[in-house]
């Protein structure tokens, strides 16, 4: 699927059931190259929980892990973190802006 394609009504469904089933948020991004403490970024999720509930990712370019404290690193892990925010607001846009588009304009 090309990004200037037409996205189909079967893909923002995927799309949809991919958000409703990950865990709720919201997500938070702790990142070590904006003063993070542990020498580790790490995604929050939910709120207001006693006990640590944390998503962790480890990426490698070939064999080289990048480590914290990294800009890349920490640039991708807040783009997930933001994603569990962005996707439901994103599918509302798309399925509000559907609606205009093929509602019978008035006359």
Same mark, same amino acid.
């Given at each position: ?7 189909? &009504?079967?893909?923002?469904? !995927?799309?949809? $059931?991919?958000? &409703?089933?990950? *865990? @709720?948020?919201?997500?938070? *991004?702790?990142? &070590?190259? $904006?003063?993070?403490? +542990? ?6 999720? +939910? $709120?207001?929980? =006693?006990? =640590?509930? !944390? ?9 080289? !892990?990048?480590?914290? @404290?990294? @800009? #890349?690193? =920490?640039? =991708?892990? !807040?783009?997930?973190?933001?994603? $569990? #925010? ?6 509302? &846009? ?11 304009? *008035?006359?």
């Amino acid at each position: 699927m090309a990004e200037d394609e037409a996205l189909t &009504e079967a893909e923002l469904s !995927e799309m949809e $059931r991919r958000t &409703e089933a990950a *865990a @709720p948020g919201p997500w938070v *991004a702790f990142l &070590e190259t $904006r003063g993070g403490v +542990g020498d580790c970024s790490v995604i929050q999720v +939910g $709120r207001g929980n =006693d006990i =640590d509930d !944390e998503i962790y990712v480890r990426r490698f370019i070939g064999t080289k !892990e990048l480590v914290s @404290p990294n @800009p #890349q690193l =920490d640039s =991708d892990i !807040e783009f997930i973190a933001a994603a $569990r #925010q962005d996707m439901p607001r994103l599918i509302a &846009e798309v399925k509000r802006l559907r609606t205009l588009v093929d509602a019978p304009a *008035a006359g």
